[in-house]
């Protein structure tokens, strides 16, 4: 790590502003040229890089505005609720509270993270009283020789089970959208989002991964822990790692439907997810769901 004296482009942590004076906080592992940058507005990861490269798309329509609308792009936590499928907010209030961030560390390993967390106690936080649970989050981001881990994790502070479904909503970047193949996919059934959620049998396996030639909004059954995606412009490889908590896998681009985003040609999502199968944490008992995130 660098020492104490390290020019400022070379320490770790960084906290300022980014547009409409929102806070942003700047994280850098100097040994693998990696940088990460989380708003505390959804704890929204928005930009990852290595070597300057960045791996994160970002919607060029966000207002910026800390004001019930998601940051589109980077990683928004759908927490605690995926999608439409409950009464919350769509992809619920994580992504549109407000996160104090509780620490900043250099691990042993020479890895360095930052932990953001939200809770009940927060009231005054957006959505969270719509929520009738006891629960403490802490979203962990680390970056080390490896890439880059987010890890979600979920306390139960009362004296019922907390029942929720989430997810890593991934916009990763792409050169175009049919220069990516995912792999990893085969043979998983899927449930068809555009078909009223309808079950569709496994893929064939064509060895040349999954092309996306149309609309898709897929949830992945018992989707393996290693997912991949290959971009034929720029040669990159990108690989996801997910935790079994995380059982399902989404797969999603517009591709141009109405009410797109302008830059839909530009990302593919991938999420790790549990939905199919809702966590259910006892009392006084914690889930953790983590993905890591890898380029080649
Ligand atoms: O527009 P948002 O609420 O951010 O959701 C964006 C997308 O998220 C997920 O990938 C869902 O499967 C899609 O159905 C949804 O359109």
């Known amino acids: 790590m660098p020492p104490i004296d390290a020019p400022p482009s070379e320490q770790p942590f960084e906290i300022t502003v980014g547009p409409n004076d929102m806070p942003k906080l700047n994280m850098r592992h100097p040994p693998s040229a990696q940088e990460v940058c989380v708003f505390t507005y959804g704890a929204a990861v928005t930009s990852w890089t290595t070597r300057g490269e960045d791996h994160f798309w970002l919607s060029d329509t966000n207002k910026w505005e800390p004001k019930g609308k998601a940051i589109r792009g980077g990683i928004p936590i759908c927490f605690p609720q995926f999608g439409p499928y409950g009464d919350l907010v769509q992809h619920g209030f994580a992504r549109v509270s407000e996160w104090d961030i509780n620490n900043c560390m250099v691990n042993e390993d020479g890895s360095v993270s930052a932990v953001f967390g939200l809770s009940s106690e927060m009231k005054d936080r957006e959505g969270v009283q719509a929520w009738p649970y006891q629960f403490e989050a802490e979203y962990t981001v680390t970056l080390s020789y490896v890439g880059l881990e987010t890890k979600l994790a979920v306390t139960n ?32 059934k899927f449930l068809n989002r555009l078909e009223g959620d309808k079950e569709m049998p496994a893929e064939e396996d064509t060895g040349s991964g999954l092309l996306i030639a149309q609309e898709t909004d897929r949830i992945y059954l018992n989707a393996p822990e290693e997912l991949a995606m290959f971009d034929f412009a720029s040669l990159k490889v990108l690989k996801i790692k997910k935790t079994p908590t995380l059982g399902d896998a989404t797969l999603w681009n517009p591709f141009g439907a109405e009410g797109a985003d302008p830059g839909w040609e530009n990302f593919v999502c991938i999420e790790p997810a549990c939905i199919t199968n809702p966590a259910t944490v006892q009392p006084g008992e914690t889930w953790v769901g983590a993905q890591l995130l890898g380029v080649e």
């Open 157 to 188: 502070k009362g004296q019922e089970p907390i029942k929720f479904t989430a997810a890593f909503h991934n916009y990763f970047k792409v050169t175009k959208v049919d220069n990516a193949r995912v792999f990893g996919y085969e043979g998983c």
